[in-house]
C-alpha cells in the first residue's frame, strides 16, 4: 500500500508567480484536502475534495484553487505568489467524507514553498 | 473565533511520563485527534476521542471531556525518539479540522 506523496519537494518562486502543486492519495482514498503550514504553527485548512468536487474550503482566497481528478490525486493552484504564502503545504488523504467517523488522515511529506 | 491552545513547547526526561495539554473553543464539537510530526516530516496520526474519557494505545493515552473544552495527552517511558511536535486537532460543525500550533516536545537523556 502507497501512502501519500507529493511533488516538488521544494520550490522558489517570485512574487507574482503562479505555481501547481501534486499529490497522490494513498491507495483506496478518495478525499483529499490540503493544508498550508508555516513555520512553528499548525496546518490551516485551505480546501477538500470529495469525489471530484470540492466539499469544504477555508479562510483563503479565490487565488488559491484546486483540482481532484478520476483517480483520486490532487492539485493545488496558486496564483499571483505573495511573499506570505511562503510555507509548507501538506496534501491529506483520506476514506469517505469527512463526516465518516473518525477519518483519519494520511498526510504526504509536503511541498515547501518559498516566495522571493 | 475558534481556538485551540497548546503549550508551546515541553521539555521532559526519558524514561519520564509527560502530559501535553489541549483546551478548545469551537463552533460545534465533532471529535478531536492528536498527531505527531517531526521536523520536516509529515504529521502521523495518534489517536481520535470523540466521547469523553480516557482512551489507551501502547504507551501513548488521550483524554477528552467535552463539558471543559479540554483534552491531554500522555506519553509514558518516553523514548529519545518521542521528541517532536504534538498537534492538537478538533473537527467542528462543519467537520473541518481546525488545528492548534502544535507543542514541541524535547526529550533529554
Redesign the interface.
Given at each position: 500500500e502507497t501512502g501519500?506523496t507529493q511533488s516538488p519537494t521544494h520550490l522558489i518562486k517570485t512574487r507574482g508567480q503562479q505555481v501547481t502543486l501534486r499529490c497522490s492519495s494513498q491507495s483506496g482514498h478518495n478525499t483529499v484536502s490540503w493544508?498550508q503550514q508555516a513555520l512553528?504553527?499548525?496546518?490551516?485548512?485551505i480546501f477538500?475534495y470529495y469525489r471530484e468536487e470540492e466539499n469544504?474550503r477555508?479562510n483563503f482566497p479565490p487565488r488559491f484553487s484546486g483540482l481532484q481528478f478520476p483517480n483520486y490525486s490532487s492539485e493545488l493552484n496558486v496564483n499571483a505568489l505573495e511573499l506570505d504564502d511562503s510555507a509548507l503545504y501538506?496534501c491529506a488523504s483520506s476514506m469517505g467524507s469527512?463526516?465518516s467517523g473518525?477519518n483519519?488522515?494520511?498526510?504526504?511529506?509536503?511541498s515547501r514553498l518559498t516566495v522571493l | 473565533g475558534q481556538n485551540i491552545d497548546q503549550p508551546t513547547e515541553m521539555t521532559a526526561t526519558e524514561g519520564a511520563i509527560v502530559q501535553i495539554n489541549c483546551t478548545y473553543q469551537t463552533s460545534g464539537f465533532n471529535g478531536l485527534f492528536w498527531y505527531q510530526q517531526h521536523a520536516g516530516e509529515a504529521p502521523t496520526f495518534l489517536s481520535y476521542n470523540v466521547l469523553d474519557g480516557l482512551e489507551e494505545k501502547g504507551r501513548f493515552s488521550s483524554f477528552l471531556s467535552r463539558s471543559k473544552g479540554y483534552s491531554y495527552l500522555l506519553l509514558k517511558e518516553l523514548q529519545m525518539k518521542d521528541s517532536a511536535s504534538y498537534l492538537c486537532a478538533v473537527r467542528d460543525s462543519n467537520y473541518q479540522l481546525i488545528w492548534g500550533a502544535g507543542t514541541k516536545l524535547i526529550i533529554k537523556p
Open positions: 501519500v493544508y512553528g504553527q499548525g496546518p490551516q485548512f477538500q469544504g477555508g501538506l469527512s463526516d473518525a483519519v488522515l494520511t498526510f504526504g511529506a509536503g | -
